[in-house]
């Protein structure tokens, strides 16, 4: 490893496989048998590592649908021990691919006789290899220029309950480069769920975002250097209403969509510079609490959005419609579960797994990218975009929140993404608020 001595940009990155070395269940589909059969694309783990000779980040994205507060503590520790960075500079986030493992035991799934509890033997080689991935992104360090591109994700996917409702498909882009002139590493923000591959996939896989990597990196940075993908505010983002059918050809070409974007900015010409200066912030808040409804109520909301669901099958054509409505009776009968478990007092130690939440900041060059723990609605990071300009949401970052962060609107109108959570959706104002404060309080 190279010391900075200067001011200048130093940077590594480094890729480790995470993939299980057997079958496991793959987590994000309710009440579907699915053992994985094999390996379509290796799950990753990339870390870039940063230095101003003065201030350190590190970024690391890993293959997973979560990363649960204990694994990103033990992870962030053991990466400090072994290098010298400082915990607090370093973030560990999960992609959300729901092709891969049970990596944290999921309370509204806790009534879904079909999920496993977590495999805690695959969650500590999880951690060691993703511990190895930022060591050794810390070991690949040398003097470097970095880039910023602002790309176009149009494509990809929408709104998930309205086509033509809130999104954000603008695509942060941090690319890397030695004194060779070599890529040596790619960074980028996506705000879209990664669920082209559907129940009836059986294989370990990144979803399209694997796809985003592999073709970035043979078209576009011409090596295999690490592409770090980071999942933004997805919550309710989907591509379901572009899709055409949820294979993994499929996700190629959506993972091609959003390459191509970014490839098309390449080609206009990026400016690289050393004179990247690096910092990070971070606080912990409390969240308030969802309040939940009686049990009652919850009972008669299942059998509505249910018979729904029913009658929607045998009526209509409309597969997305079909799919929304079942999507919607998953989070009823999560709703029921939750509405049961908070009845008899057993959602304490749920709260206590989460709380505090971390906000986290790091600041490279012109751009902010604040990280959250869960998963967010749009409307929240584009109401901190509209508060601190140049910031972009990174989510699921350094613990997580057992489900979504939604909107009161979300709420009022039953959709899935309400009934799955265990936090008020005034949850969401006070992480913008405090992020937002975090952020203008470095030029105090």
């Known amino acids: 490893m190279m010391k900075n ?6 940077a590594g990155a480094a890729t480790t496989d995470i993939t299980p070395q057997g079958s496991q269940f793959l987590f994000g589909y309710p009440f579907v048998e699915r053992m994985s059969e094999g390996v379509n694309d290796p799950l990753q783990s990339s870390a870039l590592y940063l230095s101003d000779g003065t201030n350190q980040a590190m970024f690391i994205s890993n293959d ?25 500079v370093i973030m560990v986030a999960a992609t959300h691919t729901h092709s891969g493992p049970v990596t944290v035991d999921y309370i509204s799934s ?18 060691d290899k993703i511990i190895q ?29 309205d086509p033509s409702g809130p999104a954000d498909l603008d695509i942060p882009v941090v690319l890397v480069k030695n004194e060779k002139d070599e890529y040596i590493a790619g960074m980028l923000v996506c705000n879209m769920h990664p669920t082209i591959l ?21 078209k576009y940075l011409k090596n295999e250097c690490p592409v770090l993908y980071f999942t933004g505010a997805s919550g309710n983002q989907s591509p379901r209403h572009v899709t055409k059918e949820n294979t993994f050809e499929e996700a190629r070409r959506i993972g091609g969509i959003l390459a191509d974007a970014i490839g098309a900015k390449m080609e206009e010409g990026v400016e690289f510079s050393s004179d990247v200066p690096v910092g990070c912030l971070q606080k912990s808040v409390d969240l308030p609490r969802r309040r939940f409804p009686e049990v009652e109520w919850a009972e008669s909301h299942q059998q509505k959005s249910l018979e ?47 709380l505090p939440a971390e906000i986290q900041v790091i600041a490279v060059g012109p751009w902010n990218f604040a990280a959250w723990p869960g998963e967010i609605f749009i409307e929240y990071s584009l109401a901190l975009k509209e508060e601190v300009k140049n910031t972009f949401l990174i989510t699921l970052t350094n613990g997580e929140l057992q489900g979504y962060v939604a909107t009161e609107e979300a709420e009022a109108k039953g959709f899935y993404e309400a009934s799955n959570s265990i936090f008020h959706y005034a949850s969401g104002q006070i992480l913008v ?12």
């Open 110 to 127: 806790s009534n879904d006789p079909i999920v496993p509890k977590v495999d805690m033997e695959y969650v500590r080689y999880m951690e």
């Open 308 to 354: 729904r669901f029913e009658y929607l099958k045998k009526t209509s054509d409309n597969a997305q419609e079909i799919r929304t409505a079942e999507v919607d009776w998953f989070g009823a009968e999560e709703l029921l579960h939750l509405s049961r478990l908070n009845a008899k007092g057993e959602l304490e130690e749920v709260y206590k797994s989460c």
């Open 198 to 218: 559907h129940e009836d996939s059986k294989l370990y896989s990144g979803d399209y975002p694997a796809f985003t990597r592999e073709i970035l990196q043979e």
């Open 64 to 88: 997973i649908i979560f990363i649960s507060k204990a694994s990103a503590q033990r992870i962030r520790r053991v990466i400090s021990e072994e290098t010298g960075i400082p915990a607090s």
């Open 5 to 10: 001595n200067s001011d200048k940009l130093m």
């Open 433 to 444: 608020d405090e992020t937002a404060t975090l952020i203008k309080s470095k030029g105090e």
């Open 133 to 161: 991935t930022g060591c050794t992104a810390f070991q690949n360090t040398e003097p470097a220029r970095a880039g910023f591109l602002l790309a176009d994700g149009t494509g990809i996917g929408t709104n998930r309950h």
